[in-house]
Structures are given as C-alpha cells and as structure tokens.
T-cell receptor
C-alpha cells in the first residue's frame, strides 16, 4: 500500500484553467504538506496543515487554496493557472506537529504543465 | 531567508567507490538535519537524519556527519552502487519552521 498517494501523476492544462491535485496518506500522521519543485529541482514548502488546521503558508499566491477535509487528506486547488505554475508538486506527511523536528514522507509527485 | 545549500551540483563516481556529498547550512538555530534521495520520477525518500546533539550517525552503507562549528553536513555512501544514482538533498529544521531543503546534488554512478 502506498503511504502517501497523490493524483493525478501528470496534469497538462491551458493557462487560465482551474485544477485540483488530491493527496491522501494512510500513515495516521497529523501533519500534511505541499511542496513545489521547480525545473532546477529546488523544493520549497507551500503549505502545512496539522489536524485540518493551516499551520504554514509560505507567501503562496491566493490562487492556490489547500483544503483538508480530514487529517488524512490534503488537496490543492489552483485557480487561473499561469505558465509559472508549471512544476512538480509533492504532497508529504509527518508524525510530528509542524514546527517540531520532523521526518517527512513524500508522495510520488504531480507534474503540472501549463500551456 | 536563510537556506541550506550544497557545494556541488553533480558528483560522478565509479561503482564500488565511496561517495561524499556535502552540504553547508547557514542557520545556526537549526537543530535537526535530514538527507533525502530522489530518483527520477519519484518523490524524495528519507535516508538518514541527525540531531544537533550528535556529530555522526551511521545507517546501512550511509553515514551522516555534522560539524556545527562550520555549519557543514555530509553524507557518505560506502561502496556506491548504480542504484544509488539519484539527486540527494540535505534539509534542515528548527522549531517553528517546516523542513527547508537545499538545492540537491546529482550523483551518477558508472559501472
């Protein structure tokens, strides 16, 4: 069983569209994250949720809206997609509350291509 | 803000050699460090971690060294294998922040 699973694996869309990426973890962790990896492989934190509560929001545009219906799920909705949004988005989870010392478990990523 | 960086973007070694991947960090308040391995098309995978009250930790074929004096972290891989080819990231953490990643070193192992 995949510990952190995200769908879709690939997402190709036109500029201006709205899209969502879903993430689920079956590890029983309390904290989930979204990271963005750019073309140079740099990984940057976007959001962190702990028990459905937003903990970290790293100056991400308002077009990005995370939603956590329960602590096992953290979805990412993106409005009015722009070319610069093209990247690989990784979902992750950890057992320690965000702000502590944490080992993250990552999903396999969603490669978003905005045309 | 401060970030974790790496000395070299690429490292090429022969199968069987030992590999050393280096990382410099600038935030002296960081007290927890992790190494991740990312294979092509996959998410980062945890390799080994170390807390700031230690200077060395060993795993299976891997050793992490932490030098707080010069803010330096290294990952040593013994008897490197083709399956070790990947991008390696160091990451740091301190209370109140999420894990911050360095820029990655691409390790290429030739047989």
């Amino acid at each position: 069983d995949t510990a952190v699973s995200q769908t879709p694996k690939y997402l190709v869309t036109q500029m201006g569209n709205d899209k969502s990426i879903k993430c689920e973890q079956n590890l029983g962790h309390d904290t989930m994250y979204w990271y963005k990896q750019d073309s140079k492989k740099f990984l940057k934190i976007m959001f962190s949720y702990n028990n459905k509560e937003l903990i970290i929001n790293e100056t991400v545009p308002n077009r990005f809206s995370p939603k956590s219906p329960d602590k096992a799920h953290l979805n990412l909705h993106i409005n009015s997609l722009e070319l610069g949004d093209s990247a690989v988005y990784f979902c992750a989870s950890s057992q320690v509350r965000s702000g502590g010392r944490e080992k993250l478990f990552f999903g396999s990523g969603t490669q978003l291509s905005v045309l | 803000g401060e970030s974790v960086g790496l000395h070299l973007p690429t490292l090429s070694v022969q199968e069987g050699d030992n590999s050393i991947i280096n990382c410099a960090y600038s935030n002296s308040a960081s007290d927890y460090f992790i190494w991740y391995k990312q294979e092509s098309g996959k998410g980062p995978q945890f390799i080994i971690d170390i807390r700031s009250n230690m200077d060395k930790r060993q795993g299976q074929r891997v050793t992490v060294l932490l030098n707080k004096t010069v803010k330096h972290l290294s990952l040593q891989i013994a008897a490197t294998q083709p399956g070790d080819s990947a991008v390696y990231f160091c990451a740091e953490n301190q209370a109140g922040t999420a894990l911050i990643f360095g820029k990655g070193t691409t390790l290429s192992v030739s047989s």
